[in-house]
């Protein structure tokens, strides 16, 4: 079984490379993340005809998550129990769904924007949500996983230049914290290997032409339960896909699993 996350960036936008990339990966499920495009206009009759059933939480602007699965589709929760909310609104940053022998999340955390800006605040208060939600799963029998954008950076290692980001979000201790937090309520990161260079960064900025120059982050991420992990046999970052025109500014994280 095949499972991988991917912030596409918008899927109307990326929606050819989405589908080739289907075709050509052998992905069972994906969980999509920054759809940006509300449900309606969602591409649904493009995925099924592909072989996917799409599971959305999705509103438009700059957010919105999908499950999509040819495994099975059952069991859809959209939204996180216990949102925080940000300026009064629940943002649809979480989707839920048990895809054949396994079940996943797919989630897309608040930037934070900055240390004092209050959507930071609201990062760290949607970390103790997610936790909270996740806990009964990630203690339990069934293979579980919670992959997507987390917009954290677990390691110092996982940033290009620790140095470039001092007194910036996604590298804080705060934030670090809450996903140790994640990890002791029974998930563990399952660190993919990269198909280039030494370390698995999985978003590189448009600007400055990080990407060439390999000036990443590894922040979109793969938590998963016990049963999960040690059915693992491969995970990587799928390079090549953030590579030409039309790329999102993040990579698909890919993991094989024997369920």
């Given at each position: 079984m ?11 936008a ?6 080739a990339?289907?075709?050509s990966?052998g992905t ?17 009759d493009?995925?099924r005809e ?8 999705a ?5 919105g ?8 589709l ?13 300026e009064g609104?629940?943002?649809p ?12 999340w797919?989630v897309?955390?608040p930037?934070?924007r ?8 609201y ?9 909270a939600?996740v ?26 230049d620790?140095?470039a980001?001092e007194?910036a979000t ?19 990161d ?6 280039k ?18 000036r990443?982050?590894?922040i ?5 339960n016990?049963p999960?992990?040690k ?6 970052v ?12 993040h990579?698909p ?7």
């Open positions: 095949r499972i991988a996350t991917w912030n596409v960036n918008s899927i109307t990326r929606l050819p490379r989405l589908l990339w289907l075709e990966s069972d499920v994906l969980c999509l993340q920054e759809a940006k495009v509300a449900e309606a206009q969602f591409p649904f493009e995925l592909a072989g996917y059933e799409p599971a959305v939480h509103t438009g602007r700059w957010n998550v999908a499950v999509l699965s040819r495994v099975g059952e069991d859809v929760v959209k939204g996180l129990p216990g949102d925080p909310g940000y609104v629940q943002e940053r979480a989707i839920s769904a048990t895809c054949g022998p396994a079940r996943v797919s897309y955390v930037n934070g900055e240390v004092d800006h209050p959507h930071y605040a990062k760290l208060q949607w970390f103790e949500a997610l936790r939600a806990e009964g799963d990630a203690a339990g029998s069934r293979p579980f996983a919670v992959m997507g954008d987390y917009n954290v950076a677990p390691e110092d290692d996982d940033v290009y620790r140095s980001f007194g996604h590298v804080t201790p705060a934030e670090r914290a809450a996903l140790a937090s994640l990890r002791g309520a029974g998930l563990s399952v660190v993919p290997r990269p198909l260079y030494d370390h698995p960064f999985t978003y590189w900025d448009y600007r400055q032409l990080c990407f060439p120059k390999n990443g982050m590894r979109d991420l793969v938590y998963g016990e999960f992990a059915a693992v046999t491969d995970s990587y799928d390079r090549e896909e953030r590579k030409g025109k039309g790329a999102s500014d990579a994280v890919v993991v094989d699993l024997d369920l």
